[in-house]
């Protein structure tokens, strides 16, 4: 306390006092509003599907901005889930398919944006359909039939059972078998299987590989409308004739199939900044996504399991902020990040500088007071000869302090009242000498 009072006066420490809380809150603010990663991790999904298509172009675009995406193949949506919810998978983002995921489960897990339709392709042999015209219209038509329903971890085996059980139809009504693709498309082409469940986007390579078998065709849903009733995460999407592959004619008529949405998945304290950019970067790439989806489309905030970013959210309502849309990527956050950190501090401080006259005025009354006090302690000795050295010295160190004291104009009058006194404590010095 001795050190306070000793130093309340003191210009210098005054500053440093103030230098010193500025820095903590800087400090205090800086990690609170950290800067996004140079590196992340995605889980993407089969090496001959989209996700991994996809996460390939967004790897592309990242680098030109300065971050490293590091792509991880796995089985699918429940692999990738599961990968994202391990803290130490190392991974940052994860492709998801929409329906797949019991959301309780998952609670800090936000979608950053549905990126592109995944229609759930029934492939089937028209020869094992003989009693139906060779054509494959309600999965009710799959009873004791050979069905590859997709591989463990996928998110195509979890669709696949839901809607055969809505269909009234258990994995022991069919001769169900869980396949990867690729293992899926070799029985396929030995005559080993009498359909195949795919759910892939139409632009990935897999779908190229399937409707280049012979005697295969497409499934169209006639109940299409009962199951996106059933399942709201499901869309109902027409595919034009041709669409899949003009040279093959695949379809071979307009289809209704029901399609989820792929999700590009994250954690809820992912940085903000990384949500624009990875916004700003999937609009370039899915361009150029054109079969199903309409232009503008996607990415798009509906039909997803998880709570949307509300970065995310503010993002593709109205689009990249001011800065994001002017400015190179880094340029942004470095000034983004700035202004998070001096807004709040000229919050806590301009209305510290609306008081800075007040809290100087009373300084210098302290300051007047003091004196005066020692002012009184002389004059009351001024009569005792034993103090009169004790009393010339103190007084002559009063009028060295008061002659070093400055004022503005305003305090000036106050300035020379002390001195008067302390003339007048002279005058009785004197006096008594």
Do not use: C
């Not at 022991?172 to 892939?200: R, Y």
């Amino acid at each position: 306390m001795n050190f306070i009072r000793k130093n309340i006066y003191n210009p210098l420490a005054l500053g440093l006092a103030f230098l010193i809380v500025v820095a903590i809150l800087f400090a205090t603010l800086w990690v609170l509003v950290p800067p996004p990663p140079r590196s992340i991790e995605l889980a993407t999904g089969f090496p001959t599907g989209l996700y991994q298509k996809f996460g390939e172009r967004l790897q592309s675009e990242l680098a030109e901005e300065g971050i490293s995406l590091k792509l991880r193949t796995t089985g699918g949506t429940s692999d990738n889930l599961a990968l994202l919810n391990d803290p130490h998978s190392g991974i940052d983002f994860a492709m998801v398919q929409g329906g797949v995921a019991d959301i309780s489960k998952y609670p800090n897990f936000v979608s950053i944006a549905g990126v592109f339709y995944e229609p759930v392709w029934v492939w089937y042999r028209e020869s094992s359909f003989k009693d139906d015209a060779g054509r494959l219209s309600l999965l009710s038509q799959l009873k004791g039939k050979r069905v590859s329903i997709g591989n463990e971890g996928s998110g195509t085996l979890t669709l696949a059972s839901q809607l055969l059980e809505a269909s009234g139809l258990s994995l022991s009504d069919v001769h169900a078998e869980k396949l990867k693709p690729l293992q899926a498309l070799e029985k396929f082409k030995k005559g080993e299987l009498d359909a195949v469940f795919l759910v892939s986007a139409a632009e990935a390579p897999l779908v190229r590989s399937f409707y280049e078998t012979p005697g295969i065709r497409l499934m169209s849903f006639d109940q299409a409308e009962a199951y996106v009733h059933l399942f709201p995460f499901l869309s109902k999407v027409t595919v034009p004739r041709g669409v899949v592959s003009i040279s093959y004619d695949l379809p071979r008529q307009d289809i209704q199939v029901l399609a989820a949405t792929a999700t590009l998945v994250g954690k809820e304290d992912m940085s903000p900044a990384l949500v624009t950019l990875l916004l700003g970067e999937t609009y370039d790439i899915l361009k150029t996504y054109s079969y199903l989806q309409k232009p503008g489309e996607f990415p798009s905030g509906a039909g997803l399991d998880f709570p949307l970013h509300v970065d995310a959210e503010i993002y593709l309502k109205d689009g990249p902020s001011f800065l994001h849309r002017h400015l190179p990527f880094w340029t942004a956050v470095w000034i983004g990040r700035f202004a998070k950190i001096v807004i709040p501090l000229l919050v806590i401080l301009i209305p510290l500088f609306t008081y800075i006259p007040a809290v100087k005025n009373l300084l210098l009354r302290l300051k007047l007071s003091q004196v005066y006090d020692e002012l009184k302690v002389i004059e009351r000795n001024a009569s005792n000869p034993e103090l009169k050295e004790k009393n010339y010295k103190d007084l002559a160190d009063i009028e060295r302090r008061v002659g070093n004291i400055k004022v503005s104009m305003l305090d000036a009058k106050e300035l020379y009242d002390l001195k008067g006194h302390v003339g007048e404590v002279r005058g009785r010095l004197n006096l008594n000498a």
